[in-house]
T-cell receptor
Framework: EAGVTQSPTHLIKTRGQQATLRCSPI?????VYWYQQALGLGLQFLLWYDEGEERNRGNFPPRFSGRQFPNYSSELNVNALELEDSALYLCASSSSFQGFFGPGTRLTVT | GQQLNQSPQSMFIQEGEDVSMNCTSSSIFNTWLWYKQEPGEGPVLLIA?????ELTSNGRLTAQFGITRKDSFLNISASIPSDVGIYFCAGRNYGGSQGNLIFGKGTKLSVKP
């Protein structure tokens, strides 16, 4: 069974640009979570999608947005990038009880 | 909102020592999960706990779901260098509006050979 996949692995952008990160959940999982992990820090909850709808979002500005597609894959968009958006962005897919993470996308904003 | 307090923040131990870390919550959870993250990678699920009082082992790792459903601990016995990483606890509660995984801030483990 394939795990959670994320693309791209690395992304380098400049301030003010937009970034799009993608996540494919484990087959059969309908929930996708996005987390931001700045260097050396814990996991900050960004967004939760389930069955195509946004169910909850963390304490992040509106320039962080996303969506979930009918096949349950998901996209995270970050507009008007700022230097402090540089981080590892992790996606997790969830069955009823467990969450499994992808390898992450390392976003660097210069 | 729900919060998890994970302690300690970091640990520096000698190879062969036992390790203990815990998480406490301001509210109850139906599920506790423990993850390990190695540098540059996503967290990997180590142990999942589903019932209050449940004690589950995975090799040298043992985790327990607290009776009050507000806490959980993870023990690592006879630590080895490859145990190095950040350990996260996570809780889930299906009864409330939040179904999302709530994470602790992590315990960074360093093992000296």
């Amino acid at each position: 069974e394939a795990g959670v996949t994320q693309s791209p692995t690395h992304l380098i952008k400049t301030r003010g640009q937009q970034a799009t990160l993608r996540c494919s959940p484990i087959s059969g999982h309908t929930s996708v979570y996005w987390y931001q992990q700045a260097l050396g820090l814990g996991l900050q909850f960004l967004l939760w999608y389930d069955e195509g709808e946004e169910r909850n979002r963390g304490n992040f500005p509106p320039r962080f947005s996303g969506r979930q597609f009918p096949n349950y894959s998901s996209e995270l968009n970050v507009n008007a990038l700022e230097l402090e958006d540089s981080a590892l962005y992790l996606c997790a897919s969830s069955s009823s009880f467990q969450g499994f993470f992808g390898p992450g996308t390392r976003l660097t904003v210069t | 909102g729900q919060q998890l307090n994970q302690s300690p923040q970091s640990m520096f131990i000698q190879e062969g020592e036992d390790v203990s870390m815990n998480c406490t919550s301001s509210s109850i959870f139906n599920t506790w999960l423990w993850y390990k993250q190695e540098p540059g990678e996503g967290p990997v699920l180590l142990i999942a706990l589903y019932k209050a009082g449940e004690l589950t082992s995975n090799g040298r790792l043992t985790a327990q779901f607290g009776i009050t459903r507000k806490d959980s601990f993870l023990n690592i016995s006879a630590s080895i260098p490859s145990d190095v990483g950040i350990y996260f606890c996570a809780g889930r509660n299906y009864g409330g509006s939040q179904g999302n995984l709530i994470f602790g801030k992590g315990t960074k483990l360093s093992v000296k050979p």
